[in-house]
């Protein structure tokens, strides 16, 4: 029988121990808006608390389709659920979803302290991981909250790979192409 199920998890075993094999981030060189890979695909990045849009990846968005966008308002308008650590899935294609995650506190640094939030970001990507686990999606993001976030991207990769690869979901982060003057 074949169900299209895909094992996410190996176990390696001799006569006495058994090793897991856990999932690792992958990481291409390409745009996150144009996701490779089977669907169902969940493409996540971070969004602010101020219900502010127009800046860095979410431009991207924009410019892919409208309605992560809209619907990240309609969603600030509401005040129901807006808050760190809490995710709103749009469905942009068939099997594409976007995940707005609310893992930034303002938009500026403040006395020092970059907008990100690392233990809301966690929050997110485990309910990003709920998602994914009930449709059988693989999760695709930008290097997320380390732009203009401020995030260390250690820490970042650090929480990605113990909330989302260590429980059997493929994770693919993208980074552009540097552009053909700083290529040599």
């Known amino acids: 029988m074949t169900s299209g199920y895909k094992p996410r998890i190996t176990l390696l075993c001799t006569a006495f121990v058994c090793y897991i094999a856990l999932m690792r981030i992958t990481y291409i060189t390409g745009d996150a808006t144009k996701p490779v890979g089977d669907k169902p695909i969940i493409l996540a990045h971070i969004c602010n608390d101020v219900g502010g849009w127009g800046a860095g990846f979410v431009l991207a968005i924009s410019k892919r389709w409208e309605t992560p966008e809209s619907e990240f308002y309609a969603w600030y308008e509401r005040k129901q659920d807006f808050a760190l650590g809490n995710v709103q899935f749009v469905t942009v294609e068939d099997g594409l979803l976007v995940a707005n995650m609310i893992g930034q506190h303002d938009i500026y640094p403040v006395d020092g302290v970059p907008p990100i939030r690392y233990d809301a970001v966690q929050k997110c990507l485990s309910k990003v991981r709920k ?11 930008p290097k997320i909250g380390a732009g203009l976030a401020g995030g260390d991207w250690a820490v970042i990769e650090e929480i990605i790979q113990e909330e989302l690869c260590n429980n059997g979901i493929s994770v693919t982060v993208y980074t552009l192409p540097k552009p053909k003057s700083q290529s040599k």
Not at 132 to 139: D, P, Q, R, Y
């Open 131 to 141: 998602k994914a686990e009930s449709l059988g999606a693989t999760i695709h993001m």
